[in-house]
């Protein structure tokens, strides 16, 4: 009878840290949402001025005997955005290891879905822009921001069943892994092949340790860095970096149960005993710390690593990456330009592409039985959730950067991505209020 009771104990424990994920997701596309208003409303203030100066002010990093110039901007952008896309790595490394990947089975419709909706949008935007230098800027529309589209589901509070989140966020990931790919291969400069060679050792360094055991992160920390910098001048994108880190970080965790479990209730016994002076007060403290400190000791790199920087990424950096990348100032030039080739490239491309490729993905597979549809979901939900698929905001703002920096294009593409996702987040909303069951406790 133990059997039972344990597989519900696990059941419980993984949609515990799946709603902890979505619920800081979803809480970071409120702040995102907050950044950016706040750049538009600065770009088109009295003060816009200042905030290009501010972007283009001048940041020195020293790192060891490196010294590395930076504009605000490009900071934001090669350096902080690492961070983003290793946070990123070591979530698609854990749904892929126990999560929604870890079976063919269960990744197989996600997989597709997510294919399919990085082709639609990128087919629209080929479409529109063949023939023109423009048709480079491909690669914008074919994203999904998965903070913001978890976001839009958060709204629809319990009546969103969880296996339709578990789909878009399993979707999202493989969305992600697929955009990385998407900005090595087809957004690189020209490369250095010295710069490459010393990534290349630094990588296998990084697996080394991981072949050899080595848990502390300082470790990987430390080549980490050096990884960045070689990245940084071999012409990839210096954010793959954190990419290529994540995946060679240890998952595995050293737990020997019988000790852990003996020091553990020996530290419980301490802490629960009467408190009668304030010194007794303070070992017990002392106590609780040692618990504490001995819980985070016998988790992997990979947990203690995304545990610890998924709140800096959901609450800071991608915040001020929004900042940083949404101020574009509003005039009636730039307004009409929304019927460029650019400019409906990307909007029906998000709108468009995105929810024709997802929905006809999903309708595909499940017809020839390749994948089934996840419990308790319609295949109108489906089609709901692939309108919100395209919600490419942060991804799409990267790329953007990528494909056309400094120009004109680049404004059209900011203020397309912006007016797209805005599209795809209202009519999914809406979509999907109308197609999912009422809110539990409402009246008939």
Not at 129 to 149: C, E, K, Q
Not at 346 to 352: A, K, Q
Not at 353 to 362: H, I, L
Not at 419 to 439: F, T
Request: overall charge neutral; charged content about 15%.
């Amino acid at each position: 009878m133990a059997k039972p009771t344990n597989l519900r104990t696990i059941t419980t424990v993984i949609q515990s840290s799946f709603q902890e994920f979505f619920s800081r997701s979803s809480s970071a596309g409120i702040v995102i949402l907050i950044s950016t208003a706040i750049a538009m409303l600065w770009v088109n203030s009295p003060m816009g001025e200042s905030y290009f100066h501010l972007l283009h002010e001048h940041v020195n990093v020293q790192l060891f005997d490196w010294s590395f110039g930076f504009t605000v901007e490009h900071f934001v952008n090669d350096g902080l955005m690492v961070i983003f896309f290793l946070v990123v790595g070591l979530e698609i490394k854990r749904e892929i290891l126990v999560g929604e990947l870890s079976s063919t089975r269960k990744a197989m419709l996600p997989m597709i879905a997510a294919l399919f909706g990085m082709i639609g949008p990128g087919a629209i935007f080929v479409a529109f822009n063949l023939g023109s230098p423009t048709v480079h800027g491909w690669g914008i529309p074919v994203a999904t921001d998965i903070a913001f589209a978890l976001g839009i589901l958060a709204l629809l509070g319990n009546r969103v069943p969880l296996a339709l989140k578990v789909f878009l966020a399993a979707l999202a990931i493989v969305d992600d892994l697929l955009a990385v790919l998407v900005i090595a291969l087809f957004y690189t400069s020209a490369l250095n092949y010295t710069a490459l060679a010393a990534g290349a050792l630094l990588v296998v360094i990084l697996y080394g340790g991981n072949r050899l055991g080595i848990k502390t992160v300082k470790f990987y920390g430390f080549f980490g860095l050096l990884l960045w910098i070689a990245v940084l001048y071999s012409g990839i994108h210096a954010t793959i970096a954190g990419v290529l880190l994540a995946l060679t970080i240890p998952a595995e965790a050293r737990l020997d149960t019988s000790v852990f479990t003996s020091r553990a209730r020996a530290l419980i016994d301490r802490i629960s005993k009467r408190v009668e002076s304030d010194e007794e007060e303070g070992a017990q403290l002392d106590q609780v710390h040692a618990l504490e400190d001995m819980c985070e000791a016998v988790q992997s790199p990979l947990a203690r690593m995304e545990h610890g920087l998924s709140g800096w990424v959901s609450f800071v950096i991608m915040p001020v990456f929004a900042l940083a990348n949404a101020g574009v100032r509003l005039d009636p030039s730039l307004l009409t330009e929304m019927g460029s080739p650019v400019g409906l490239g990307i909007i029906l491309g998000l709108f468009i592409g995105k929810q024709v490729g997802v929905s006809f993905a999903v309708w595909l597979s499940v017809r020839l039985g390749i994948a089934e549809l996840p419990d308790r979901v319609s295949m109108r939900q489906i089609y709901g959730v692939g309108v919100l698929c395209g919600i490419g905001f942060t991804m799409a703002l990267f790329v953007a950067n990528l494909a056309f920096p400094a120009s004109h294009a680049l404004d059209v593409s900011k203020l397309s991505v912006l007016v797209g996702s805005a599209i795809s987040a209202i009519i999914g909303s809406l979509m999907l209020r109308a197609w999912l069951p009422a809110p539990k406790g409402a009246s008939a």
